[in-house]
């Protein structure tokens, strides 16, 4: 996160000092960076002006309009898993023909909305779906372009709740099978095949999973010729890790043109990608304001206003999260080994485990790298509102990009 630096003793995001963004819009605070975000994003992109591509966003990593309308501004594409995201997508300017729509359990309506907007393409996950594809696209009198999602069946070498590529995942379709439903599903007369995707899981910090991922995937796509089934395109998911801690994950540009050899015999083909977290946490800081220092036995407690509710990456991951303290630390100061916990009623809800902090009441810590699967994660658990968004639009410049939830938006649609 190298926009945020100290001077003169306090934390900086830019030339925003983080004690005015808190004391403008209160605690706790979501705050992106639009200029990192533009970065990442175009770091995916540099080395493909010469290929055709879509780098197709993972909304579920944010979703909050303001991010989904500056990727729009760029020219990305999404990657959605719900109608809810496509509404979203829709309203923040996106063309329904850079959306891809991702996701095991597509509902009917779901699919029928898809179809009506005129999505780019459906990754189907099972050949239940693509029935049902076929069977709403006929009602509509509609043609739905579909891919299969396929389980290359690969290690993501990642932390088991975030990899999809095995074969014990519920995710896609094995690759043993895939021949076979691509068959099944040219006999079907709604149904478009336009390509072949994979997925493999979230935070990978290593090249070669990608690599023999699309090897895997390339090997269909040459049977599939052999079969007269021609595609379109090829879409190699997301999940680029990022550096939370000593992590050393390779660059978006350094994985591109990686993937770019493999596919230099395959130039018809267009290049998809669904990236998330690479192009947003580390644009994101969570500042949280300390209410109470507790000191019991050998125990240190920096009790937040930010809980599990707001952040739930490390208590549902084990995630390791950056925490800095908005006044730089001096040598003098007295410090202890805290754990960084939060409001909630669970002992689950902890921020962060064992850190060397000085800290007071009243003091702001920054939680890094939160800008991805942080709010979108967020939730009203112990009747919590959930925290504003704040946009930093440049170096000096921010604005609000969602309220602070009020109580009354707690219980909107309730009834007594
Ligand atoms: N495409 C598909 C089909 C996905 O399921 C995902 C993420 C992505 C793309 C984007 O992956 P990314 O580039 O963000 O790694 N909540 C977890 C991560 C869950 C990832 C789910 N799928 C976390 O906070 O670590």
């Given amino acids: 996160m190298d926009f945020l630096h100290y001077e003169k003793g306090q934390l900086l995001a830019g030339k925003v000092a983080i004690s005015e963004l808190a004391k403008q819009y209160g605690t706790p605070l979501y705050v992106y960076s639009a200029e990192y975000i533009t970065q990442q994003f175009l ?22 309009l303001a991010v989904l309308h500056l990727l729009v501004k760029l020219g990305a594409g999404f990657d959605i898993v719900s109608q809810g995201e496509l509404e979203r997508t829709l309203i923040a300017g996106a063309d329904p023909k850079k959306i891809v729509f991702s996701g095991v359990a597509k509902s009917i309506s779901e699919i029928e909305r898809a179809l009506e907007v005129g999505i780019k393409c459906f990754n189907v996950e099972s050949e239940a779906e693509l029935y049902r594809i076929n069977d709403v696209a006929k009602k509509l009198n509609k043609i739905a372009n579909i891919s299969f999602r396929i389980n290359p069946d690969v290690d993501a070498k990642t932390h088991p709740y975030i990899s999809t590529g095995l074969r014990e995942n519920k995710f896609g379709i094995s690759h ?16 478009h095949i336009v390509g072949i995707d994979c997925h493999i899981g979230s935070q990978l910090t290593e090249t070669s999973p990608f690599l023999d991922a699309a090897d895997r995937i390339l ?8 079969e007269n089934i021609h595609i379109k395109h090829i879409d190699l998911g997301g999940g680029l890790g990022v550096r939370y801690d000593q992590e050393q994950p390779p660059s978006a540009s ?30 994101g800081l969570l500042i949280t304001k300390v209410e109470y220092t507790k000191h019991q036995d050998d ?15 490390p208590a549902l991951y084990q995630a390791w999260m950056r925490v800095l303290p908005e006044k730089e630390p001096k040598p003098s100061d007295q410090r202890f080994i805290y754990n960084v916990v939060g409001p909630i009623c669970e002992s689950s809800d902890v921020l962060a485990y ?7 009441q009243d003091d702001l810590l920054i939680i890094c790298s939160a800008g991805a ?10 009747s919590h509102p959930r925290p504003a968004e704040v946009m930093l639009t440049d170096e000096q410049h921010h604005k609000l990009i969602r309220q602070r939830e009020s109580f009354d938006d707690l219980w909107r649609g309730e009834t007594l």
């Fill in 254 to 283: 350094l994985i591109v043109s990686e993937l770019k050899k493999k596919l230099a015999n395959y130039r018809d083909l267009e290049l998809l990608l669904e990236p998330g977290r690479s192009i947003v946490a580390n644009s």
């Fill in 299 to 313: 125990n240190h407690f920096a009790i937040v206003d930010a809980g599990m509710n707001d952040l739930i990456r």
């Fill in 354 to 360: 064992q850190r060397e902090l000085s800290v007071q």
């Fill in 176 to 191: 043993q099978s895939a021949l076979d439903i691509y068959r099944k599903a040219t006999s079907l007369d709604h149904i």
């Fill in 219 to 226: 090997a269909i796509v040459d049977k599939l010729k052999s």
């Fill in 43 to 64: 770091d995916y992109q540099k080395e493909l002006t010469d290929r055709k591509h879509l780098i197709c966003y993972a909304v579920k990593a944010n979703s909050s």
């Fill in 373 to 382: 699967y942080g709010f979108s994660m967020a939730s009203n658990y112990n």
